[in-house]
């Protein structure tokens, strides 16, 4: 039996060119104001913005009769610095902490991404699957990200940020089977 793969890759959120630098999500590194490298946008009102993602690719394997035999895949949570940035006249650990928590959101959803993959099962038209899991999900995380600055009122809110810290980690320690590290 012949066998051939297929490769595709797919980036969230953002246009991201191959050679932008990125970090992943990693519980043991947190973030600090020196990974926001992009340029402040004073006009705004934020002081700062965190640019993450999250990276998909996979690969699917054909039988000679194109037929679907297996598939593998790979997420990520990424962060972008270049394009991540934060004033540093009004800059705090406080605001630091809250951005932190919008990459931990991304986190959880690619998280929830390698959950929902690993209940797919093998079929022709997984790529089809594949793709619109990774819409919905996509669609799901930027529905939390609103939430969460809405919530918390862009870190100002001290009471709900503290909520949403701890809501955080109760939700990464219940996918915490799907974390890379």
Known sequence: MLVSKVFLIFICLFCVQDNEPFLVWSG?????WND?????????????????GITFRYSVTKTDKDEVVGFTT?????FYPEKSWYKKERATTHILGHEQTHFNIT???????RYRISKLNISNSIKQELKILYKTINAELAVMQKKYDSET????????QATWDVFMRSELEKFSKYALN
């Open 36 to 52: 926001f490298k992009g340029a402040p946008k004073m006009d705004e009102a934020a002081v700062a913005n965190t640019a993450s």
């Open 74 to 78: 790979e997420v990520f949570a990424h």
């Open 28 to 32: 043991a590194n947190k973030l600090s």
């Open 153 to 160: 009122d862009f870190s100002r809110n001290k009471e709900a």
């Open 107 to 113: 986190e959880l959803f690619a998280r929830k991404f």
